[in-house]
């Protein structure tokens, strides 16, 4: 399909958007004045619509609810000195869409329609995107189950909605994190690769539980043995050791492929910097902890962008590392990213949708 989405607009009469300070953004809390919203059923993606920001009345046994078919997906929109607009490489977050969907058992969305609502969208709400440093407008588009039905099957009917809200950094300072060795996040054969919406909700307890001791996120290692580090909290889990950019393998399914992590490996070998992407132990990165060969840790993520791991606690020991100002490598990706982003840059990879 390359025809473009007939989506009906419906504007709103009522903009919130000079009442919103753009001075005070804390991330997901405010939203933009619309969102997208589809229909799946008779077996195909209907009622494409944009719709001002509201709530959405809904049956209490929508199977979602119930049984967790519910799936999210979260890419950026960029406001540049020029006043242009772009989506950082909206087809890998539709690329996982589906991946999500298949896992989950709910229908495939074309990737046309996954771009062309958040473009359409996006372009109504341009005003919103923020423009200073470090802010964007956050699109969260997700998919859930909505058939009135308690029997645990599939269900036959869904929702595809989009919504926007501008934003600044996630986390605000440098984090302290936990390797967990107890808690699984996700086991081979389990959904870990999925933006399945109960990947978070079995993240929490593990969560709160590290943040009661002065941790701000977890380090997820492996189902099985718990020597093996997997990924952190809201985004992928990478280091710099002995002078190689290393990240754990994906092969095993349990760890969410990152749209930023593959763009930060492939800056990398831009660069010709050493990039592994492989099975990484817990006792390799204390031991580079220990020795000082681990120069560089940091969280990979939308949301996350790249955030700075400041110590590492493990078995009740906490490990420092080099002050994250100080870090050649963290520094010149964020530099190079943010440069393509916002358009101050070239992008030679055409990694930036323009809307
Ligand atoms: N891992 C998890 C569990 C996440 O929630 C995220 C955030 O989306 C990531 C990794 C990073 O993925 P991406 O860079 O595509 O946002
Ligand atoms: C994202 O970066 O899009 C995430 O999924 C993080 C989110 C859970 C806040």
Not at 65 to 92: I, N, T, W
Not at 96 to 103: I, L
Request: aromatic share 12%; with cysteine; glycine share 8%.
């Amino acid at each position: 399909m390359t025809e473009t989405l007939d989506i009906k607009i419906t504007k709103t009469t009522n903009s919130r958007l000079s009442q919103t300070d753009f001075s005070n953004l804390p991330f997901g809390k405010i939203f933009s004045d619309h969102m997208f919203v589809a229909d799946y059923a008779d077996g195909e993606w209907k009622n494409f619509q944009i719709v001002p920001y509201a709530e959405i009345g809904l049956t209490p046994a929508i199977s979602a609810l119930h049984y967790g078919q519910a799936f999210f997906e979260g890419l950026k929109a960029y406001k540049h000195a020029d006043g242009k607009v772009s989506v950082f490489r909206p087809d890998k977050n539709a690329e996982r869409f589906n991946k999500s969907a298949e896992r989950l058992c709910m229908p495939e969305l074309p990737e046309e329609i996954f771009i062309q609502s958040i473009a359409a969208l996006v372009d109504l709400d341009r005003n919103w995107i923020p423009a200073q440093a470090n802010h964007s407008l956050y699109i969260r588009p997700f998919m859930f189950a909505t058939d009135p039905f308690l029997g645990v099957a599939p269900s036959l009917t869904y929702k595809f909605i989009v919504l926007t809200c501008p934003v600044g950094p996630y986390f605000s300072k440098t984090l302290r994190v936990k390797i967990e060795t107890y808690y699984t996040r996700a086991a081979e054969g389990g959904m870990g690769y999925a933006k399945s919406a109960g990947n978070y909700g079995g993240a929490m307890l593990p969560s709160r539980k590290a943040v009661e001791e002065g941790f701000d996120q977890i380090i997820w290692t492996d189902a099985k043995e718990h020597k093996y580090i997997e990924e952190m909290g809201a985004a992928n889990a990478m280091f710099v050791l002995d002078g190689k950019l290393i990240t754990p393998s994906t092969d095993e399914n349990t760890i969410l492929k990152g749209v930023t992590c593959n763009t930060v490996m492939t800056l990398a070998r831009d660069w010709g910097f050493p990039v592994e992407q492989r099975r990484i132990s817990v006792a390799e990165i204390i031991e580079g902890a220990k020795n000082g060969k681990l120069t560089d840790a940091f969280g990979a993520g939308t949301a996350a962008t790249i955030a700075p791991v400041g110590s590492i606690g493990h078995d009740g020991e906490e490990y420092f590392l080099s002050d994250p100002k100080t870090r050649e490598f963290s520094q010149k990706v964020l530099k190079t990213l943010d440069g393509i982003r916002y358009g101050n840059a070239p992008d030679p990879h055409g990694w930036n949708y323009m809307i």
